[in-house]
């Protein structure tokens, strides 16, 4: 069963680069059945998608963060990683990472139990 | 951006009740919209995907329709774990967009 498990600070300085790393279990990576993705939601708040990854490499960012966001693929280790730079207190979240199934009109599941992330001096 | 509106954005019913959760979106998203239910603290869980199809272990009485710019989510008879926020999804257009969430609290 395919499980997914985010690490990463939980405080981060303002304009400083927010890092997050998404370990898969229970299934290789390295799949074509799978794209990898990042989601989050800041407290109180509605849910927002960041972008996602094939092992291959290739990725889908969301517009509104492109330019302050890499996604990167692991397949040696089995993860795939987040970096948000230039951050603001906006960016303060919980921060999911979601294997979203490679098919059209593809869903998200499963997801990661979820990292909040502050950002704080 | 497709603009998915839920409605309610809160809703108030009794263990029993029939629920109906409404997702419109701004223009036409054929049938990928998935359904999500949210509990504090908690992922996401998908209860739905392409606007019917009941995921796998998600009970009979969460059913959802649909198709192109209206849809919805319904809890046929509420029971008490059901209480929680529901979440759209729409998975036809970049960027992939949510709904605003509809929290089913108790009456």
């Known amino acids: 069963q395919l499980q997914l498990q985010e690490s990463g600070p939980g405080l981060v300085k303002p304009s400083e680069t927010l890092s997050l790393t998404c370990v898969v279990s229970?299934?290789?990576?390295?799949?074509?059945?799978?794209?990898w993705g990042w989601i989050r939601q800041p407290a109180g708040k509605g849910l927002e998608c960041i972008g996602y990854i094939y092992y291959s490499g290739s990725t889908y960012k969301n517009p509104s963060l492109k330019s302050r966001v890499t996604i990167s693929v692991d397949t040696s280790k089995n993860q795939f990683s987040l970096k948000l730079s230039s951050v603001t207190a906006a960016d303060t979240a919980v921060y999911y990472c979601?294997?979203?199934?490679?098919?059209?009109?593809?869903?998200?599941?499963?997801w990661g139990q979820g990292t909040l992330v502050t950002v704080s001096s | 951006d497709i603009q998915l509106t839920q409605s309610p954005s809160f809703l108030s019913a009794s263990i029993g009740d029939r629920v109906t959760i409404t997702c419109r979106a701004s223009?036409?998203?054929?049938?990928?919209l998935a359904w999500y239910q949210q509990k504090p603290g908690k992922a996401p869980k998908l209860l739905i995907y392409?606007?019917?199809t009941l995921q796998s272990g998600v009970p009979s009485r969460f059913s959802g329709s649909g198709s192109g710019t209206e849809f919805t989510l319904t809890i046929s008879s509420l029971q008490p774990e059901d209480f929680a926020t529901y979440y759209c999804?729409?998975?036809?257009?970049?960027?992939?967009?949510f709904g605003g969430g509809t929290k089913v609290e108790i009456k």
């Open positions: 979601a294997a979203r199934i490679n098919v059209v009109g593809g869903w998200f599941d499963p």
């Open positions: 999804l729409q998975l036809n257009y970049y960027p992939l967009t």
């Open positions: 223009q036409g998203i054929s049938s990928y």
């Open positions: 392409a606007a019917s």
């Open positions: 229970g299934g290789s990576i390295s799949t074509s059945s799978y794209l």
